[in-house]
């Protein structure tokens, strides 16, 4: 029987004690009479009575076929009771994902519709107003909505509104603090008003709650990366930098960063006298398609002479 490992995180928020109660009373139902106990979550870990939550720090377990899908079906249906938040699921063989499922509440609860509708107005940038108008009332509705704060918080910060966004992202930690989105939001805001160190921290935060088969995972790395060369921890800058050119992950989103990140890193290595590094480094920056925040290609090949020379 083929063994899998099994990557689980997330959190949902059921909003009433009638609505917690059921699901409660399901799961454990299901679990027993459906299942067999075939279950990799046991309810008695997962479920906060006073939070009236599901919480799900992130969870890495051994998993054959069978237990991956009993789980994923009784989650399936727990996710049905639910007024917010988002699970995900992670299936790993020798290290490779071979299957992800994103678990969020697609009801006709008003809430629900209210923040699906602003969500897909937040990335079109004639319609930040209407969309900040809907997160504010998703959060006037439900105030333990840490999405609907999370996304409120990327739109003031678009805006440049960075009060707000700080105060719209702390609050989506406080209620969430396993969402890595949140953190990496109030890095960048962090960043804008040069608290640096604040920023780092925050991105930090996003590595632990998330994995390396998330683009978010390496954005942070590189955002931590950058943090770590403006505080001075060059040490610190080039393990992250080096972790992000040598991510196994491949993700088309980030290649985007590869010439500068592997510019930035050549640089360092070549500072600690590790030349032979900075020559590898500087050669695939040449190599990394074009990126208008790297430095231009003669500056690139002018310090790998160097490196050469050297």
């Known amino acids: 029987m083929s063994e899998y490992k099994v990557i689980i995180a997330g959190q949902l928020e059921f909003g009433s004690r009638r609505a917690f109660s059921q699901v ?7 679990m027993e009479n459906y299942y067999k106990n075939d279950i990799l979550l046991k309810p008695e870990t997962i479920f906060k009575e006073e939070e009236l939550t599901l919480d799900v720090p992130r969870t890495v377990l051994p998993s054959t ?4 899908l009993n789980t994923l079906n009784l989650l399936e249906r727990v996710v049905t009771f639910s007024i917010a938040g988002s699970l995900n699921l992670w299936r790993l063989d020798a290290g490779v994902m071979i299957d992800h499922h994103q678990l969020e509440p697609k009801s006709d609860r008003t809430t629900v519709q209210l923040f699906n509708h602003g969500r897909e107005l937040v990335d079109q940038r004639d319609n ?48 969430n603090p396993l969402m890595p989105e949140s953190y990496y939001g109030r890095g960048l805001v962090n960043l804008r008003l040069n608290d640096v160190p604040a920023a780092a921290a925050d991105f930090e935060a996003v590595t632990k709650n998330s994995i390396p088969h998330q683009s978010i995972y390496w954005m942070a790395q590189v955002a931590l990366g950058d943090a770590y060369l403006q505080l001075g921890q060059l040490t610190d800058a080039m393990r992250a930098y080096g972790m992000f050119t040598k991510r196994k992950q491949r993700i088309a989103s980030l290649d985007r960063y590869d010439r500068r990140v592997a510019f930035q890193l050549g640089e360092l290595y070549l500072r600690a006298g590790r030349k032979s590094d900075a020559i590898v480094a500087l050669e695939r920056a040449l190599a990394s398609p074009p990126d208008h925040k790297a430095p231009e290609e003669t500056t690139i090949r002018n310090l790998l002479d160097t490196a050469r020379s050297a």
């Open 128 to 175: 930040e107003q209407e969309a900040l108008k809907l997160m504010t009332k998703v959060v006037s509705r439900f105030e333990r909505h840490a999405q609907a704060y999370e996304r409120r918080g990327f739109i003031n910060y678009r805006l440049g509104n960075d009060k707000d966004a700080l105060y719209d992202y702390s609050k989506s930690i406080s209620i």
């Open 65 to 68: 076929e069978r237990l991956w």
């Open 24 to 30: 409660m009373e399901q799961y454990a139902h299901r």
